[in-house]
């Protein structure tokens, strides 16, 4: 079965201007540089890495929420980067976004009845009012609110709460596809586990499609069956998550590994706690080579710095794991030792 998502080579470059009368274009951001990911029906793709990755902004290109400007996004068979913008909207019913901070993305003024029943009205759902409440009421029960939550507003509701009317919004639309975009990470750590298993539960009754954006690595691991690794614009790992967790291959994805904290304090944590020099680059001015080579452990003279590495495959892993670093075999095996590895 073909996947319900397809990208390929996807880019989103913003120019970057200057000038009072003329814009004139200096440069372009790169947020996102040349993507392949595809998303298969049912399943869970996990997108991790820092803020300022180009995650979100990927995310709402696969939606085109953001209009992409090279490469191509196909949904269940269409190409949804050459459309209209009348196709496209159709298409939206069937693509739904939910956000990190519900509250700002719900209209304060509006209670949650209307709230759910725009988004019908606005893609022609439902034949009448009552068909439209009759839903809107069913949706709740499918996201645990009760019914006298509909009268209310968005700010009488806790986080948690709130997090189930945005996914209620999103839901009651039918949609295939769901991007959450840091869906728990503003919630306490004691609601993040509710949210995460209404996710899963939704997505088993309703064979929902997720694409779940996230800088921390160990909510994605819960939920995707797919993780990929975003740095500066491009995928730098993708593994099914049981392959990425057990053996994460790419230098940036061990660093962010070695960051999780160990849940057992008796436990003595015997993993390699790598720290990275510097921050994130400016995705405006990527360094050349391996992105990544201004901060890598590993980075080697010359070919780091002049080659791009391409995600591929390396011998002795599963063919679902991709790397995208010319050393990777090196570093696996040992060979190549860090600069840089604090025990
Ligand atoms: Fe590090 Fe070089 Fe691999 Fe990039 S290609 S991750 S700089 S070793
Ligand atoms: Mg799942």
Not at 235 to 260: F, I
Request: aromatic share 4%.
């Amino acid at each position: 079965e073909a996947p319900l998502v397809e990208v390929k080579d996807l880019k989103v470059h913003f120019p970057i201007t200057r000038g009072v009368i003329f814009d004139k274009v200096i440069g372009f951001v790169k947020a996102v540089d040349g993507v392949d990911l595809s998303i298969p029906r049912g399943k869970t793709y996990g997108l991790v890495g820092e803020s300022g990755c180009g995650k979100s902004t990927l995310g709402r290109a696969i939606l085109q929420l953001t209009p992409s400007t090279g490469g191509t996004v196909t949904f269940d068979g269409t190409p949804i980067t050459s459309l209209g913008p009348g196709k496209l909207r159709e298409m939206r019913r069937r693509m739904q976004m939910i956000f990190q901070d519900p509250l700002s993305s719900l209209d304060p003024r509006q209670n949650v009845e209307s709230i759910l029943v725009e988004g019908l009205a606005a893609h022609g759902i439902g034949a009448n009012r009552d068909e439209r409440r009759k839903r809107v009421a069913e949706t709740l029960d499918a996201v645990g609110l009760p019914r006298w939550a509909l009268s209310r507003y968005p700010h009488e509701f806790s986080g948690g709460q709130r997090q189930r009317i945005g996914i209620a919004r999103a839901l009651v639309l039918g949609p295939d596809l769901i991007v959450a975009d840091e869906p728990v990470s503003a919630l306490d750590v004691s609601i993040q586990a509710q949210v995460i298993n209404l996710l899963e539960d939704l997505q088993d009754q309703l064979n929902l499609t997720y694409l779940v954006i996230a800088h921390d690595l160990a909510v994605v691991r819960h939920i995707a069956d797919v993780v990929g690794v975003m740095y500066l614009g491009a995928l730098v790992e993708e593994a099914s998550s049981d392959d990425l967790y057990v053996q994460p291959l790419h230098p940036y994805t061990r660093a962010l590994m070695s960051a999780v904290p160990v849940p057992d304090p008796d436990v003595e944590d015997q993993r390699e706690r790598i720290l990275l020099a510097g921050d994130l680059p400016s995705p405006a001015n990527p360094p050349r080579g391996c992105r990544f080579h201004t901060r890598c452990p590993w980075a080697q003279p010359t070919k780091c710095v002049d080659e791009r590495p391409v995600l591929r495959v390396i011998t002795g892993t599963s063919d679902t794991h991709r790397v995208a670093c010319h050393w990777a075999e090196d570093i696996q095996s040992g060979v190549l030792q860090p600069h840089d590895v604090r025990a």
